[in-house]
């Protein structure tokens, strides 16, 4: 699984690097870090809507407060359906 984080001069300005930071530490608090491929990206093109963030080809927008809440209820179901097929 692939999550890239805008941190283009607009998205770090509002907040890519928090969100960076707090969904290392949820990927590792989770022990996603073999799954979790977090990336970097600069300009993602969608600057009005805050810290751009895709995943798996899906983009969605994150402030610092709004990055646990999409960890858990977007990423972390994903990781265990995967979990699952591949048992």
């Not at 770090?12 to 690097?17: E, T």
């Not at 990206?41 to 809440?69: H, I, K, W």
């Amino acid at each position: 699984m692939e999550i890239t984080v805008c941190i283009g001069s607009s998205c770090h300005l509002k907040g890519s690097m928090q969100v960076v930071e707090r969904l290392q530490k949820l990927i590792a608090t989770h022990h996603l870090v073999e799954t979790i491929d977090l990336r970097g990206s600069f300009c993602m093109n969608r600057c009005q809507t805050g810290v751009s963030v895709r995943l798996d080809g899906m983009d969605y927008s994150l402030t610092p407060e709004s990055a646990e809440r999409f960890f858990l209820e977007t990423v972390l179901p994903r990781c265990t359906l995967t979990r699952r097929a591949l048992d």
